[in-house]
């Protein structure tokens, strides 16, 4: 699976913007795909998911309520809705694949695909 992520830019704080997540090889609607984020000097962190099986999904407590991931597996695209965005959310994100997992769905160990990164810029 090769992973295009795109969408990413310079907001100011409240302001949305939708990344999207392009697949492309192998059948894309049997992997959970999931988003990551890394700001400058921190470690990459979990920031949302979405199971293949029954579209669940699943937020880190510091995006819930403001991120929403959705699929299209017609596209074979995935997209992460950001909204009142915070200068706290600067970030390259990632988007990952996970045909299943052994452990925490949040621990980038267990995903098997990545994109190269979207960088997400909200001034203050």
């Known amino acids: 699976v090769q992973l295009q992520a795109s969408g990413g830019g310079l907001v100011q704080a409240g302001d949305s913007l939708r990344l999207s997540c392009a697949a492309s090889g192998r059948s894309f609607s049997r992997y959970n795909m999931g988003w990551f984020r890394q700001a400058p000097g921190k470690e990459r962190e979990f920031v949302a998911l979405?199971?293949?099986?029954?579209?669940?999904?699943l937020y880190a407590d510091s995006v819930k309520g403001r991120f929403t991931i959705s699929i299209d597996n017609a596209k074979n695209t995935v997209s992460l809705q950001m909204n009142s965005l915070k200068p706290e959310d600067t970030a390259v994100y990632y988007c990952?694949?996970?045909?299943?997992?052994?452990?925490?769905?949040?621990?980038?160990?267990?995903?098997?695909?990545w994109g190269q990164g979207t960088l997400v810029t909200v001034s203050s």
């Open positions: 990952a694949a996970a045909e299943r997992f052994s452990g925490s769905y949040s621990n980038k160990r267990q995903y098997d695909y």
């Open positions: 979405i199971l293949w099986s029954g579209g669940i999904t």
